[in-house]
């Protein structure tokens, strides 16, 4: 197995835990959990592989349906020892992150051999299961919340295709850009790093705009 493939299966399995997650957190049968496991683990590939108009890698190879399938029913038979699930949920969300912002970006500049794209898939990748996930359990998108997510994402991605421009071995490269990722996504759930926010003010009264 190589390194890309590992972290795609890691990404996955990661993505689809998160999701048998939410499943449990609305207390949904065993068909809502492998529903939501399915679709936030081969969402964001899917999302990726149809923008670079490859052939879609789950279609492809099957076995990450069977990832996805066997993470929901160990979910589903041990989710109810987790004391704090949603906690859970966002630091293996944060894993999920840092290994396909990696694979993202990898397919990326492997389809089309553009720092740009490659950095673009690998946000893309990262992010789309998760939206997928909260807006079918109905949770608090990761997206809205305070802390920093999708930079988290961009920073991984743009230092995985920082490494591989400059010609870095693919496991330096990939370990550059997981840790780029997870360093800030773990910090920002740790410590709550995040950007100003906007701070509105009144707006004109009609008859003052000239």
Known sequence: ????????????????????????????????????????????????????????????????????????????????????????????????VSAYCVMGAAKGYAATGSPTVAITTGVLTASFGGIIRDLLANEPSVLLRPEVYITAALIGAAAFTGATVAEAPLWVASAIGMGAAFIVRGGALRFGWRFPVYKPRPGRHPDDVM
């Not at 109810?80 to 966002?90: D, G, N, Q």
């Open 1 to 96: 197995m190589t390194i890309l493939e590992l972290l795609d299966y890691t990404g996955v399995a990661v993505f689809a835990a998160t999701g048998a997650l939410s499943a449990s957190r609305k207390q949904l049968d065993i068909i809502g959990f492998l529903f939501l496991a399915a679709a936030t683990g081969i969402g964001g590939g899917t999302f990726r592989d149809v923008i670079l108009g490859i052939p879609v890698f789950w279609v492809v190879n099957p076995t990450y349906l069977i990832v996805c399938v066997t993470v929901a029913l160990v979910v589903f038979v041990l989710a109810h020892r987790i004391e704090s699930r949603y906690r859970l949920l966002l630091w293996l969300d944060a894993m999920g």
